[in-house]
């Protein structure tokens, strides 16, 4: 009987030396007024951030207000990089990464959804792109492709891929590098998940998974391991998960591949977003969760928000940072 108490126990120390069966907890800072990044005239959505020495970087989406949010972005959106010494800004302008280009390329008209990587020796933007081909189901709608652009330097130049990774409608792109391997999870027109895999982030990416969670609707992804797991971040997009439409939550898998649940807690963000001067900021729109890693750690989420009137790319700080996994 001791023994298997003594065994009990040295497993336990061994658990908790691991990480292993530690909870993972979204608790969230308040928030600046007039933090984050905005530009006048202009709808912005989304946000990726990197640090690269003392700097932030941020990607993110923008088109011109000449209409109601979020219409426009089909046809105009292109995505750009801003800067700040903090991560939760404010942010200023800094370039167009990805503009209009000839039209012989996958994503000459159209540039959206950004997430940013450091691969190796080089920095690598993925983000969905048009053409202004129209897709082939009954909405004709315009048919959208993940591909990439990278760098040597968070500055550019940046060389954009002749060829999108994803040849059929695909969206929303998160990337996970897994040991010599890189996943790529998306989403189709109908919001069923697919997941891809390639030897290298130029691919050529072989299916693995072409319906991760067929019982929901799901969008908006951020994949990232930790307690020797894989975990995703999204939207919860008709609220079959959480109850509550377009929630941010929380599942994770054992494998990487199937056997994707309901972690708990399984909400990670609401609508609502507590500022310093103790206000609440409620959002009409919380979207695209992106998260920011720093030396291993995830330190930040961010939001495209959206209030009724303009539309942002907001920045949250965790109260506790959690210790991701290659």
């Not at 550019?156 to 040849?167: C, F, T, V």
């Not at 997009?237 to 377009?246: I, P």
């Amino acid at each position: 009987m001791i023994r298997v108490k003594l065994l009990a126990v040295f497993l336990v120390l061994i658990i908790s030396r691991t990480g292993m069966g530690q909870s993972i907890a979204f608790g969230f800072d308040k928030v600046p007024k007039n933090s984050g990044f905005k530009m006048e005239g202009y709808w912005i959505w989304g946000g990726s951030m990197i640090k690269v020495d003392s700097t932030y970087h941020l990607f993110a989406s923008r088109w011109k207000k000449t209409g109601p949010f979020p219409e426009g972005y089909r046809q105009n959106s292109e995505i750009v990089r801003a800067t700040s010494k903090s991560p939760l800004g404010p942010f200023l302008f800094k370039e167009v990464v990805i503009g209009e280009r000839d039209s012989s390329f996958w994503d000459s008209n159209m540039a959206h959804n950004p997430t940013i990587h450091k691969i190796d020796n080089e920095f690598v933007l993925f983000y969905i792109g048009s053409d202004f081909t129209t897709s082939s189901d009954k909405s004709k709608a315009l048919l959208r492709r993940i591909g990439y652009a990278s760098s040597k330097s968070i500055s550019g130049p940046w060389h954009r891929s002749d060829k999108p990774l994803i040849n059929s409608e695909s969206n929303n792109p998160a990337i996970l590098l897994d040991g010599s391997k890189v996943k790529l999870f998306y989403r189709d027109a109908n919001l069923r998940v697919h997941l891809a895999e390639a030897d290298f982030y130029k691919g050529p990416y072989e299916i693995k998974n072409d319906d991760i969670w067929p019982d929901c609707k799901l969008e908006d992804f951020y994949a990232f391991k930790a307690n020797h797991q894989f975990h995703i971040i999204c939207e919860d997009n008709v609220g079959g998960v959480c109850g509550h439409e377009r929630w941010g939550i929380h599942r994770y898998s054992e494998d990487g591949v199937k056997g994707w649940k309901k972690y708990n807690p399984v909400v990670v963000y609401d609508h609502d977003i507590l500022l310093t001067d103790n206000s609440v900021l409620k959002c009409i729109r919380r979207e695209r969760p992106q998260l920011l890693i720093e030396n291993g750690e995830i330190t930040c989420l961010m939001n495209g928000v959206y209030d009724g009137r303009n539309s942002w790319c907001q920045p949250v700080k965790l109260k506790q940072s959690i210790k991701t996994e290659n």
